[in-house]
């Protein structure tokens, strides 16, 4: 007999019209449920995110189908993903047993599903319903028996899985009382492409056929009516996450990592600075919480979740939509916390890892900048100097500006106001400007320039904090105060290339700076010194010495800058031992988001908690790229008990003890 079956069998073809008009009113209270929604995001600001629209659809495609984003947390994520496509391939065959019995056969003539194809068609879709029964079974597990940490658990979940399980296990019940009428007894060579259908169907052999046709017609419209209540609850549930989440991968950001809102300061008309209400946000940010799968990831990967403080990056965004649809003029700063908005680092694990593309990060500082531009308010008294302090001096320290480029006396540096030409201009940043274990480093950059035959420029007395601490606190003014007089000079100085040893300062004047009219290239010096090497600028003798290597996370996840600095310590004969959370999945030091003018008074330290991860390794040096990096690994050496197990250097340092000098 050929390989085929009959549609709508035991059911007739007098089901089809109103299984149609059935499946529209389905989609239509779909659709009217998230029509309905469109004001709750429409209570949020302006903003484009329908250009480069190519783009954002292509992006749209390939994160959906492909659900990248999903599988890099192998625990919950592969189940997902198989999941997912298993129920999308039955998804797929409905429609093509749609098509065929209700256009290609009526209109065309044509039987696509018999023959080989129909084998191959009906084992594809035993088997897809399998895995994603299995998987489903591992996800119920995963949640409601193993019950991971911080992964909140409602009735809404119980009823989800409750009603995937019918959906499916209907299916293949269906399919059995089918096969139990037809295949089984008329063409058992079929039946093997059906393996699950085949199994099913041994529960109904026992059956007349009268009771089998009537179990079927029964299960038929259970099966049915399940799948269009699956439909009508997607606006009204969780479930709302799998239209969200997809569009939501078409209004991600396309600009660099990290890019913050310049706010116009000289806008006399404007009565609000940041995020004081959820009206502040821009309606991206309130359909973000829409978009939250609850997965806990970027809870999971919070340095300061991690470390016992209120931020949960999970349940700010979860608050923001909480608010919107609540209470709207409710205070959103109160809702979350000055505690919670403080403890950030802006370091980027949530976003980085979240497989929705919400934007947590600037939700912060948003709310950040409504603290310190509206209120006035600072997570501490030593804040609230160190900022005075970079108001009237330049840096947080109080230091004297004049004094900013004795470090690099009797070194082959240029002062810019000279007028000497230059190759680079070093900007060299707060902390290896004065601190004293920090102009180490500044002054290794300038050895390793020297002897790669470069001329280094600074601007010494006339450099200004680059701002990023201050705007990362919410202090829009001051930061754009002290960037507009450091890019006068820069452009003043006919300034070709700009090399820094600060991830904060790179990604500040190479991204945000350019806001304000800067233009000129910058450099990490990680990146830099690489070149160097690979262009035979630069010569290193090797030492075997064992490190590991933390990713600074404005140079990593901010940057992309993960290989560079480890062909650099490999050149200069490091074995390098790899954390667990390396590369795009570092682990913070806790300085960042301006948290360096800061104390720690909050659970426990940040840093103490990345020096023992560094212990783990076994390695007796931690190699650092970032001046921030290693003014907190040092203290949390101290306080964390590390002394004499651990030690921190940076890479510059490391290099220049190696250079061979060029004859």
Not at 208 to 230: M, N, Y
Not at 501 to 515: E, G, I
Request: glycine share 8%.
């Amino acid at each position: 007999m050929e390989a085929t079956r009959e549609i709508y069998w035991n059911i007739g073809h007098g089901v089809v019209i109103p299984m149609y008009l059935l499946s529209i009113a389905a989609v239509a209270v779909l659709a009217w449920g998230f029509w309905k929604r469109l004001p709750l995001y429409n209570l949020g600001k302006p903003l484009d995110r329908f250009d480069r629209y190519d783009e954002r659809v292509r992006r749209m495609i390939d994160e959906v189908f492909g659900q990248g984003k999903v599988a890099r947390v192998k625990d919950g994520g592969l189940p997902h993903n198989l999941f997912f496509w298993g129920f999308l391939t039955l998804f797929v065959g409905t429609l093509i047993i749609m098509f065929q019995a209700d256009f290609f056969t009526p209109l065309m003539h044509v039987n696509l599903l018999s023959g080989e194809f129909y084998k191959a068609f009906s084992l594809v879709l035993d088997l897809a319903g399998l895995v994603a029964l299995v998987m489903l079974g591992g996800l119920f597990c995963r949640r409601f028996v193993k019950k991971p940490e911080g992964l909140e658990t409602t009735n809404q979940d119980y009823v989800i899985h409750q009603l995937l399980f019918a959906i499916l296990v209907t299916g293949f019940l269906i399919e059995g009382a089918r096969m139990a009428a037809t295949e089984l007894q008329q063409n058992p060579g079929l039946a093997i492409y059906s393996p699950v259908g085949y199994v099913a169907a041994q529960l109904f052999t026992s059956f007349d056929e009268p009771s089998i046709r009537t179990t079927h017609k029964v299960l038929w419209w259970l099966h049915f009516a399940l799948v269009l209540g699956f439909f009508c609850a997607i606006p009204y549930s969780k479930l709302r996450h799998i239209v969200t989440t997809s569009i939501n991968a078409f209004f991600a950001p396309l600009e660099p990592k990290g890019t913050i809102g310049t706010i116009n300061m000289e806008d006399e008309s404007a009565e609000q600075f940041g995020a004081a209400k959820v009206t502040d946000l821009t309606w991206k940010d309130i359909f973000d919480a829409d978009a939250c799968t609850s997965c806990k990831r970027c809870q999971d990967r919070c340095p300061a979740y991690a470390t016992d403080k209120p931020l949960s990056p999970m349940k700010v965004v979860q608050q923001v939509g909480e608010v919107a649809e609540t209470n709207p003029s409710a205070s959103l700063c109160e809702t979350v916390g000055q505690d919670v908005l403080w403890s950030c680092t802006t370091c980027r694990a949530c976003q980085d890892i979240c497989p929705a593309n919400i934007e947590h990060v600037n939700k912060i500082l948003e709310m950040r900048r409504n603290l310190t531009l509206m209120e006035g308010a600072f997570p501490g008294d030593e804040v609230r100097t160190a900022i005075s302090n970079l108001e009237v001096n330049g840096n947080p320290f109080g230091l004297a500006f004049a004094a900013r480029g004795d470090w690099a006396e009797h070194l082959p540096v240029t002062r810019m106001e000279s007028g000497e030409e230059v190759d680079i201009l070093y900007f060299v940043g707060c902390y290896a400007s004065f601190d004293k274990r920090n102009r180490e480093i500044a002054k290794s950059f300038v050895t390793i320039c020297a002897a790669a035959g470069i001329k280094v420029g600074i601007l010494g007395k006339e450099e200004k904090c680059c701002g990023e601490p201050a705007r990362k606190l919410g202090n829009e003014y001051l930061y754009q105060m002290v960037a507009a007089e450091n890019i006068e000079l820069i452009k003043g100085y006919g300034v070709k290339k700009i090399v820094t040893t600060c991830p904060h300062c790179f990604n500040t004047l190479s991204r945000d700076y350019k806001d304000l009219g800067l233009e000129v290239p910058v450099e990490h010096y990680t990146t830099f010194v690489n070149n160097l090497l690979a262009h035979d600028r630069l010569h290193l003798k090797p030492e075997p010495f064992v490190a590991t290597y933390h990713d600074s996370c404005y140079l990593g996840r901010y940057m992309d800058i993960v290989a560079e600095p480890r062909n650099v310590l490999t050149a200069a004969g490091a074995r390098i031992l790899e954390m667990d959370k390396s590369g795009y999945d570092s682990f913070c030091c806790g300085a960042g988001g301006g948290r360096i003018l800061a104390e720690e008074k909050l659970g426990t330290k940040i840093s103490e908690k990345r020096v023992k991860m560094a212990q783990e390794t076994g390695a007796p040096l931690l190699v650092s790229n970032c001046p921030f990096c290693l003014t907190m690994f040092e203290d949390g050496i101290k306080t964390g008990g590390a002394e004499g197990d651990i030690v921190v250097r940076d890479l510059a340092e490391i290099v220049a003890e190696r250079i061979v000098a060029q004859g």
